[in-house]
């Protein structure tokens, strides 16, 4: 499962920093509002993919989506706070992006195979 987490994730990542790119680059939107907006426009994309794909998930999808939501509003706070602190000392907003996604993408990994995805076992 991490060879195909790591190949979504590379997709999803390009997904998301080309709508970030074309939301703040294209249409001058503030780095505060692109940066989120974008990170949650690729919420769809990433959570199927994920699901079906890189962790070929079976259980039902409403249980999954709501713990991928909480751990999407964690990670859209987490993104948006070390692209500004990368702009704030200078940085340009990729390396800043860049940054977020590491950071992410280590946690990510074990929360979606132990939490997010994990079978569960159900008491008949």
Do not use: C, M
Not at 19 to 27: D, I, N, S, T
């Amino acid at each position: 499962s991490a060879a195909r987490f790591l190949v979504v994730g590379g997709f999803s990542f390009l997904f998301d920093i080309g709508l970030l790119w074309l939301l703040h680059e294209a249409f001058g939107i503030p780095l505060a509002i692109s940066t989120p907006t974008a990170f949650l426009l690729s919420f769809v994309v990433t959570y199927t993919l994920q699901r079906t794909v890189a962790f070929r998930s079976s259980e039902g999808v409403a249980p999954s989506a709501v713990r991928y939501t909480i751990l999407v509003a964690v990670n859209t706070v987490a993104a948006t706070v070390i692209v500004a602190a990368a702009d704030a000392i200078g940085l340009p907003w990729a390396v800043g992006k860049v940054a977020a996604v590491v950071a992410t993408t280590v946690w990510n990994y074990f929360l979606y195979r132990y939490w997010v995805f994990a079978k569960r076992d159900v008491d008949d």
